[in-house]
């Protein structure tokens, strides 16, 4: 509402001047209440954008200690894995063993029987009559200066030494692997030892 600042008579709220004693009105700004209130919805606004802005950084905040604690979980696991397979690998039996060994010379020598003594730490492998491994054997005692049979042999039983060294317990990885002649089980015919491969044949007639 709006009233005469003379005479005061109601007056219409766009009326400049007074229609009962014309005198002119001064020009209404808008009310302090409606800027105020349009202060306060621009301070709600940047409130807003102020509790968004602080929302979103709190929620970014967990993502990267979600993630290191990923590797750390990962890399926990992981060193109990290792750690369990070590714990495993040097509670092996004796049978265990022969079993590891068994497979990975029958990757490299087919035809032979495989055995393990753990007091002696050592992995024999006798070749079965009338296997290709035996045969080969009696062609290199026949003829002891073939150097293709014997290089075969040789390098067959380096693989076998480092593969198995590493599938044995700690304290037993330097595993003997004797090659047992196929004429004699109880004579030597190779050796391998802590890497070196030896070849041993000895005639039953020597001292």
Do not use: W
């Amino acid at each position: 509402m709006k009233y005469c600042i003379k005479c005061g008579e109601l007056l219409k709220k766009e009326d400049q001047f007074c229609d009962h004693c014309g005198a002119k009105q001064p020009h209404i700004e808008e009310s302090s209440h409606s800027t105020g209130l349009n202060d306060l919805s621009g301070l709600k606004g940047r409130q807003g954008l102020e509790v968004d802005s602080n929302n979103k950084r709190r929620s970014m905040k967990p993502y990267p200690i979600s993630i290191v604690g990923l590797i750390a979980i990962i890399v926990i696991a992981f060193v109990g894995l290792q750690s369990f397979n070590v714990y495993k690998r040097n509670n092996l039996t004796q049978q265990e063993i022969a079993d590891i060994g068994g497979t990975v010379v029958d990757e490299h020598m087919s035809g032979c029987d495989v055995s393990y003594s753990k007091e002696a730490n050592q992995l024999t492998i006798n070749a079965s009559e009338g296997s290709a491994l035996y045969d080969k054997l009696i062609d290199i005692l026949d003829d002891q200066d073939s150097p293709s049979e014997l290089k075969t042999v040789k390098n067959s039983l380096e693989k076998i030494s480092a593969e198995l060294s590493p599938k044995m317990p700690t304290s037993l990885k330097d595993v003997n692997i004797v090659l047992l002649n196929p004429l004699n089980s109880n004579l030597h015919l190779y050796v391998a030892s802590e890497g070196e491969i030896t070849y041993d044949y000895i005639k039953e007639n020597d001292d």
